[in-house]
């Protein structure tokens, strides 16, 4: 069914998360809809209070109380205990709190607008107890204040498909209750959830989607940490993915573990502005990161390292390079210990070309393993990706669905940057909590920068040029402003991207850019540039 919000966000209970994912798998019509938190300020008895989540749908409307953790009742006292052992006692239980939650809305909110309509649709309410059996370990048996027909028990909760049988056994108890039992229309289902949560409330503030964002991008993921073993168990490894597969976050993440066995490491890349990023992520001293200009120095001191770690390495496949790091790594490529991560993309986004006989030449020197899931980039934008550049970057972690794409088209060039700074201005004005270093703004070339600063700065807006500063461990609260070509490897949660470069192609411009955008993206450019790259002429559209 469809969930208001669509994300779960500033929740705790990981048992109301465990029924908001089993709710996304179930439904008895394609229009069901399931709000989550929803504030009543008009109650029977208390101040405020919530539901944790309101079904309308074909069957009828049906209120969920949700309890994780234990749950006893002694002597007319409810207990609850949570994961961190913390336990809440309360005169009221589960039922109760349920069946009153659901009263004040059917009187203060339901009624005054649908009292007619409602007439014999079944409606009521439920509880959830998602880690507790039927019977309380104590022997005090939950069954006379909660019959099973609205129970639900940890036997209920072990799937989707039984927590839809409970549902089912929870709407017939209600329908028995109407002698002449009707269904909800489409249009009713629509017009009460728009009463209950207007659509203003529908999608969390940027902000807000952001910091569920962060709290996910930061996190390993099954896959990266099956990588990790696989990468410490090899003397050489080649780690391909690409843009949005989280390389350079598992590079960084070898780096720690090779530095904390005692090996020296060398951190290397092609990007000055790539390396200054990986700088301001805290890793140890005996990492070194470096870019493949300061490694003549390197040679020229006799200075070298036990653990090599390349990061965007397709720019690194040349002959020249790959002679120099053999002189800085103990066992050069052959012999030493390394693990190069690299895009496959690069014949799409070919920034530098790629020698294919020194790529050959690492793979019969190493192991060859895959980053397959995409774990940067919203549903949306990994399919702007493969519709602009035509790249595989990977299968999206996050739903299809999530993220925000954006295509603004323009008639001439000399639109594009004033157009760029307007959807900035906007993104800040709809939320005026959302920090202005989440968000990039792209040119084409470096000519662009200082016009798009002014364009910026006339609007009210504080904004920087890419620096080693702008990317350090505390950068001010602006709008960064890079050309494509330098954000490489780099990433925000929000990007614009005013026009796309000719010099490497338009699809590899696109790949470039478009990649770099975690969550929202918006892209403005000519008709006739977009029209070339998807071979068919082009509307401006969001999705």
């Not at 976050?249 to 005692?262: D, M, N, Q």
């Not at 190069?340 to 020197?365: H, I, M, R, T």
């Amino acid at each position: 069914m469809k969930l208001i919000p669509r994300q779960i966000l500033g929740c705790d209970s990981a048992a109301e998360r465990k029924v908001f994912g089993y709710l996304a798998e179930v439904g008895f019509s394609s229009y069901d809809v399931a709000l989550h938190s929803l504030n009543i300020g008009h109650h029977e008895y208390k101040r405020w209070g919530e539901a944790d989540f309101f079904l309308i749908g074909r069957r009828g409307i049906l209120l969920l109380e949700v309890k994780g953790g234990r749950v006893a009742c002694k002597d007319g006292i409810w207990e609850f205990t949570d994961r961190r052992n913390e336990t809440n006692r309360k005169k009221e239980g589960p039922a109760q709190q349920a069946k009153s939650a659901y009263f004040s809305l059917e009187k203060n909110y339901l009624y005054p607008k649908f009292y007619r309509e409602l007439n014999g649709v079944p409606r009521g309410w439920a509880v959830v107890f998602t880690d507790i059996p039927r019977l309380a370990s104590d022997g005090a048996t939950l069954l006379p204040e909660h019959p099973d027909e609205i129970t639900a028990y940890e036997e209920d909760c072990k799937g989707h498909n039984s927590f839809k049988k409970f549902l089912a056994r929870a709407y017939d108890h209600w329908a028995s209750k109407q002698r002449n039992m009707v269904e909800l229309s489409p249009a009713l289902v629509k017009a009460i959830s728009d009463s209950l949560r207007p659509s203003f409330e529908r999608v969390p503030s940027l902000n807000n989607q952001l910091r569920d964002l962060e709290q996910r991008l930061y996190q390993f993921t099954d896959e990266q940490y099956e990588k990790l073993d696989a990468i410490s168990e090899n003397e050489r490894i080649l780690v391909a993915g690409g843009a949005g597969t989280g390389k350079t976050f598992v590079a960084a993440a070898c780096a720690r573990y090779e530095e904390a066995t005692g090996r020296s490491v060398l951190l290397l890349t092609r990007s000055s502005y790539l390396a200054g990023f990986l700088g301001s992520q805290g890793l140890p001293d005996g990492v070194t990161i470096a870019t493949i200009d300061d490694v003549p120095k390197f040679v020229e001191e006799g200075r070298t390292w036990e653990v090599l770690i390349v990061d965007e390495g397709q720019d690194l496949c040349s002959l020249e390079c790959i002679d120099l790091v053999d002189r800085v790594l103990v066992g050069g490529w052959e012999n030493g210990r390394w693990r190069w991560f690299g895009d496959p993309n690069y014949q799409v986004s070919p920034s530098f070309a790629v020698d294919q006989e020194c790529l050959q030449y690492l793979k019969s020197n190493g192991v060859a393993t895959i980053l397959k899931n995409n774990i940067r980039n919203a549903g949306k934008i990994v399919e702007a990706i493969k519709l602009f550049a035509g790249a595989d970057v990977g299968k999206p972690s996050s739903k299809p669905d999530s993220g925000l794409v954006d295509l603004q088209l323009v008639d001439a060039k000399s639109e594009i940057l004033s157009r760029a700074a307007a959807v900035v201005r906007k993104w800040l004005s709809d939320d005026d909590l959302l920090p202005r270093n989440s968000i990039a703004m792209l040119v084409p070339g470096s000519d662009e920068i200082d016009k798009a600063l002014e364009l910026l700065g006339s609007k009210g807006i504080r904004s920087e040029a890419i620096s080693t500063r702008a990317l350090g461990s505390k950068p001010r609260d602006c709008v960064l402003v890079s050309t494509i070509e330098d954000f490489k490897g780099l990433e925000r949660p929000l990007v614009c991207v005013a026009g796309l470069g000719q010099e490497h192609g338009l699809a590899s411009s696109a790949y470039k850019a478009i990649s770099r955008a975690n969550h929202a993206l918006t892209l403005v450019a000519t008709r006739d540039s977009v029209t070339e790259l998807i071979g068919k002429p082009a509307s401006n559209g969001s999705s």
